[in-house]
C-alpha cells in the first residue's frame, strides 16, 4: 500500500480529471511503480477534501486510460507497462468515422457488440445454395451482375411485405444489404451540404457514412414515442433538411417502437415540408409488431429498407429498398456507383432463402434463439433497469452509480466481455447523457458463453467502484 497522495493544487478542469492526470504523471515518473496499489478511494477522499465520488470518477478514468486494474475485493493497481493497453496512433479521421468500437474488435472476448443472425445452421442450407448456383449459373458468377433478374426483386417485394402493406415489385431495388439501401437513398435524393435528420441515439453507421457523403447531421428529439413531432417541425421551418433517418420499430438502441399516431404525426411534417423519410425496418419483420408502417401512410416520400443480416444470415448481405414511385432506377444507379455493384452470387442466394422458404422458417428459429436468450437476460439482470424484447437480440441497459457508459465499456472489456457504450449510437455531439450501454447478445454460439458473459456484467453493476479499489 501506497502512502502516496495526488497534487490536485495545479491544473486545470473538473477535480476527478486532475486526480486521474497526476496519477497518471506519478506513473509517468516511476512515483507509482507496476504493482503499487493505489490508496482505498474511501482514504484517499478524506485525506485530500473530497467526495469518494469524485475519487471513484478519478479511479475510473486511469483505468479507462489502460494505466490501472482493479480487482473485486483487492483493489487498484498500477499495470506494467508491457501489459498496459497500448496507445493506437489513429488519425482524427478514422477515428471518427470508426466510432467508440475499435478499428478491429479484440481477440478472445464474448461478443456483445453485434446484432447479427445467431448460428442456428444457416450455414449448412447456404452452402448447398451456394453450390447449385455455381452449377447453374458459372458465367453469372464470372461476370459482373449488368442486369437484375425479376426474382431478385421479387423476393424484396416478399421481404418487405409486412401488415397489409405491399410494395409493386418495379419499385423494388435489391442492394448489398440495408445499410447500402440506405446509403444509396441518401446519394439518390440529397446534394453535398445538404442536412439529415438523425435522432440524438441512433444506427450511427449511416449517420457516418453522410458525412463521407459531404451531408450535414442535424438531431432531433426523442421521447419514449419516437421521434418529438414539436421538435421535428422545428427543425424543419428553422433548418430545411431533405431527409429524415427513422428507426420506427425496434428502435436501435433504444428498442422504441413509435406508435401510429406519432408515425401520422412524423408524415404529415414531413408532407408540408417536403422531407424524405427513410424507414429502416431491419428489426420490424421481427417484432411482429402491428403498427403501419410509414411507408403504408406517406408512400410517396417513404424509402423502406430492409434485409436479412438480423434474422436470417449477415454474410450473404442480403437487402433490399421499396422506392417511392418512380425511384428505384435512380437509387439502383447510385447504390452501384457507392458500394461497387451487387454480387451475383450473394443478389442470387439472398432471393433463394426467401423465395424457398428457408428465409422464413431461419427468422423463426432465430427469433426462438433469441427469446430464450433475452429471456436468460431478464432473469440474470433482474433488479437492474434495462429495456428489451423477446425478439429483439439486445438490451438498452441503465447503469447504476458510480458507472459512466465509457468506464463500464473499458472495465467490461477488461472481463473479456466487449458491449456498446452510449457514444456509439451518438449521430451527433449532443449534450444528452444516457448512462446506458447496448448489449447485444446474438453473437456467441453457446447459450453458456451468453450466460457466462450476463454474469460477468452483472457483478460489474453490483460491485461498481468496489471493481477498482477495496477499502480493506
Known amino acids: 500500500m501506497t502512502n502516496w497522495l495526488p497534487d490536485i493544487s495545479s491544473g486545470s ?35 485530500i477534501g473530497v467526495t469518494i465520488g469524485t475519487i471513484s470518477r478519478a479511479y475510473a478514468l486511469v483505468h479507462e486510460r489502460g494505466l490501472v486494474a482493479g480487482e473485486v475485493g483487492r483493489g487498484t493497481y498500477v499495470l506494467d507497462r508491457e501489459h498496459s493497453r497500448p496507445i493506437t496512433q489513429t488519425d482524427p479521421i478514422t477515428q471518427a468515422l470508426a466510432g467508440t468500437r475499435g478499428i478491429e474488435a479484440p481477440g478472445a472476448t464474448i461478443r456483445f457488440d453485434t446484432t447479427a443472425a445467431p448460428d442456428i445452421g444457416q450455414g449448412e442450407i447456404i452452402g448447398r445454395l451456394f453450390a447449385d448456383i455455381s452449377r447453374e449459373k458459372s458465367l453469372e458468377i464470372s461476370s459482373y451482375s449488368r442486369s ?3 426474382s431478385w426483386s421479387l423476393a424484396g417485394q416478399a421481404w418487405l411485405t409486412r401488415n397489409d402493406w405491399q410494395p409493386a415489385v418495379e419499385n423494388v431495388v435489391p442492394t448489398l444489404g440495408a445499410h447500402a439501401a440506405a446509403i444509396a437513398v441518401i446519394a439518390a ?32 428529439e426523442s421521447d419514449e414515442h419516437g421521434i ?4 421535428f417541425e422545428r427543425l424543419c421551418q428553422q433548418q430545411h433538411p431533405r431527409l429524415a ?27 408540408r415540408h417536403s422531407v424524405w423519410l427513410i ?12 403498427t403501419p408502417l410509414l411507408a ?9 429498407v430492409s434485409g436479412l443480416s438480423k434474422a436470417v444470415t449477415a454474410g450473404v448481405r442480403g437487402g433490399w429498398v421499396a422506392c417511392p414511385p418512380h425511384f428505384a432506377q435512380r437509387v439502383k444507379v447510385t447504390h452501384k456507383m457507392t458500394t461497387g455493384g451487387l454480387p451475383f452470387i450473394l443478389a442470387e442466394t439472398g432471393a433463394r432463402l426467401v423465395h424457398s422458404g428457408h428465409a422464413l422458417a431461419l427468422r423463426g428459429r432465430t427469433v426462438a434463439e433469441i427469446a430464450t436468450r433475452e429471456a436468460m437476460a431478464r432473469e440474470i439482470f433482474a433488479g437492474f433497469d434495462f429495456q428489451s424484447h423477446p425478439n429483439i437480440p439486445f438490451l438498452w441497459l441503465k447503469l447504476p452509480e458510480p458507472w459512466l457508459s465509457g468506464t463500464f465499456k473499458n472495465a467490461a472489456l477488461a472481463e473479456g466481455v466487449l458491449i456498446d457504450d452510449e457514444d456509439e449510437f451518438k449521430a451527433a455531439r449532443t449534450e444528452n447523457v444516457y448512462h446506458r450501454v447496448r448489449v447485444a447478445f446474438s453473437s456467441p454460439q453457446r447459450r453458456e458463453d451468453v450466460a457466462a458473459g450476463f454474469m460477468t456484467l452483472r457483478r460489474l453493476l453490483e460491485n461498481g467502484s468496489a471493481g477498482y479499489d477495496s477499502d480493506s
Open 13 to 47: 478542469g473538473p477535480v476527478y480529471v486532475r486526480v486521474a492526470d497526476s496519477i497518471e504523471n506519478a506513473i509517468s515518473h516511476g512515483v507509482l511503480p507496476p504493482g503499487a496499489k493505489l490508496p482505498p478511494q474511501r482514504n484517499l477522499a478524506f485525506d
Open 189 to 220: 435524393v440529397t446534394s453535398p451540404g445538404d442536412k439529415i435528420v438523425f435522432e440524438n441515439l441512433t444506427y450511427t453507421q449511416v449517420s457516418r457514412a453522410t458525412r463521407l457523403l459531404g451531408r450535414r447531421s442535424i438531431l432531433v
Open 228 to 231: 418529438v413531432p414539436d421538435d
Open 245 to 271: 433517418f427513422l428507426m420506427p420499430t425496434a428502435h436501435n438502441p433504444t428498442l422504441t417502437t413509435m406508435p401510429e399516431a406519432r408515425r401520422r404525426a412524423i408524415a404529415a411534417i414531413a408532407r
Open 148 to 150: 437484375f433478374p425479376a
Open 296 to 304: 403504408s401512410i406517406a408512400p410517396e416520400r417513404t424509402f423502406l
Open 279 to 290: 424507414e429502416d425496418d431491419i428489426y420490424g419483420g421481427m417484432t411482429g409488431d402491428p
